[in-house]
């Protein structure tokens, strides 16, 4: 199987132009015209359609992380997992899968300096036998905030203020001070990872919570940790004025220029997993993505590894139109509660009909490998499940209903609120008894389960 199959490539360049249409094209110089001095003719059809191709060749930037740079690469199964999925592309160790991935930057435009404070984003799209995975993360662990309710204010704190134009800090921090669980995001982007050296040098986490499904239909909530393995490495304030000045594009560069002197960066894949039927165990929320799971009680799995090692063709098509989003899953791999992520579920592909267009799925890297075999249409209850080979793949059943309410907030100071709201006032009121939270009560199902039961 030759991953690049069909993707741009500098191979076909040719000797001669030509139009969209292929037909060879005599004059790229001069238009054609009614004697030397003009007018130009209508019929002038390459002219026309340089011009069209032009007039659409910019598409809007994205609306957060329109910074990055990606490479190409695979990921390889080290350790047998499994026992956790049954995730073809995790079949075995030894198994190579083709990769594409982007590093951004979060908030500022598409042309912006690589050497700002700012998270870095790191996502991958796996193109397995069973379509495509995207793992879109970032280089931190956490995220500000735990509702995507919220997102779209969070961004527009960070982003500059809407009349100069300029970032301002106090408008950060006017946002954040508002919202206590957005101190351990910030104390990772204030500290001296804050600035990472270039893309190389950082790690990667998937930050939300994901659920595992093996053969039996056993689920496990997972985090996923990239770990480089030449290490992470950071900018100081004056060394990143330094940098920036000399090159605002110095990430970029040293990544392509690595990869082009066959120096292929690599990042070892780390899980750590949680029993769901033990999620009540712990004094924090696994589906809390403000909240890391520590080490010491949830310990770093390997399962992998993940070379870059080709650099893109075009950039156009393989960084601008390159399109990630968390709902794109493979069997195996399954969303959790975690409301963060059902919300990016959504805005990732909303965004791109907007940013690419109806044709989005068209483009080269979007492409899956392998188109997934149509399946007969079942019973309804059968409708959403995923097959292999005709037999029917488990999904897991928790992910279709409430989950049940956690003790009293009082005899857990450091849980967060749950469906009550992240409101301090409501926190105390319903810990005084004086309004239910809108999650207690009994688990109920919601209207997906019949149509989306393992079977
Ligand atoms: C509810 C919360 C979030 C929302 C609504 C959201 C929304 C978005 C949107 C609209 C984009 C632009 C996508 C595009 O134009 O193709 C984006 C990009 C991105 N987001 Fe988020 N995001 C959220 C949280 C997160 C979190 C928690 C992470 C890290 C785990 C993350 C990582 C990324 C990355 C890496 C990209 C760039 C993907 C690329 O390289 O094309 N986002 N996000």
Request: aromatic share 10%; with cysteine.
């Amino acid at each position: 199987m030759d991953p690049y199959k069909g993707r741009p490539s500098s191979s076909f360049n040719g000797p001669l132009w030509s139009t969209n249409s292929g037909a060879p094209v005599w004059n790229n110089n001069n238009s054609l015209t009614v004697g030397s001095r003009g007018p130009i003719l209508l019929e002038d059809y390459h002219l026309v359609e340089k011009l069209a191709n032009f007039d659409r060749e910019r598409i809007p930037e994205r609306v957060v992380h329109a910074r990055g740079a990606s490479a190409k690469g695979f990921f390889e199964v080290t350790h047998d997992i499994t026992h956790l999925t049954c995730a073809d592309f995790l079949r075995a160790p030894g198994v190579q899968t083709p990769v594409i991935v982007r590093f951004s930057t979060v908030i500022h435009e598409r042309g912006s300096p690589e050497t700002l404070r700012d998270p870095r984003g790191f996502a991958i799209k796996f193109y397995t036998r069973e379509g495509n995975w995207d793992l879109v993360g970032n280089n931190f662990p956490v995220f500000f905030i735990r509702d995507g309710m919220k997102f779209p204010d969070m961004v527009h704190s960070l982003k500059p203020n809407p009349k100069s134009h300029v970032q301002e800090n106090w408008r950060i921090l006017d946002f954040l001070s508002h919202h206590p669980e957005s101190l351990h995001m910030f104390t990772f982007l204030f500290d001296d990872i804050g600035i990472p050296a270039d893309y190389r040098h950082m790690d990667g986490s998937g930050v939300n919570t994901y659920t595992l499904v093996n053969r039996a239909g056993k689920s496990h909530y997972v985090k996923f940790h990239w770990k480089p393995t030449c290490g992470v490495k950071s900018l100081l304030d004056d060394e990143a004025v330094t940098v920036g000045g000399t090159n605002h594009s110095h990430a970029t560069q040293d990544l392509y220029d690595s990869i082009a002197a066959g120096n292929f960066p690599e990042w070892k894949l780390f899980i750590q997993t949680i029993d769901p039927d033990h999620e009540d165990r712990f004094d924090f929320d696994p589906l809390d993505v403000t909240k890391t799971w520590p080490e010491d009680i949830v310990p770093l799995q390997p399962v992998g590894r993940m070379v870059l090692n080709r650099n893109i063709d075009n950039f156009f098509s393989e960084n601008e139109q390159l399109a990630f989003c968390p709902g794109i899953i493979v069997p195996g791999i399954y969303y959790s509660d975690d409301k963060l992520l059902q919300t990016r579920i959504f805005s990732y592909s909303d965004t791109q009909r907007h940013r690419l267009g109806p044709k989005l799925p068209a483009a080269p890297a979007q492409r899956a490998q392998v188109r997934p075999p149509q399946q007969p249409l079942r019973r309804l209850h059968e409708l959403h499940a995923p097959r292999r080979g005709g037999r029917l793949l488990p999904i897991p059943l928790r992910s279709c209903q409430a989950r049940p309410p956690l003790p009293h907030p009082l005899r857990h100071p450091h849980r967060p609120p749950r469906e009550g709201g992240d409101c301090q006032g409501e926190q105390l009121q319903a810990a005084r008894g004086e309004v239910p939270f809108m999650g207690s009560g009994k688990a109920r199902p919601v209207h997906q389960e019949m149509d989306r039961r393992t079977l």
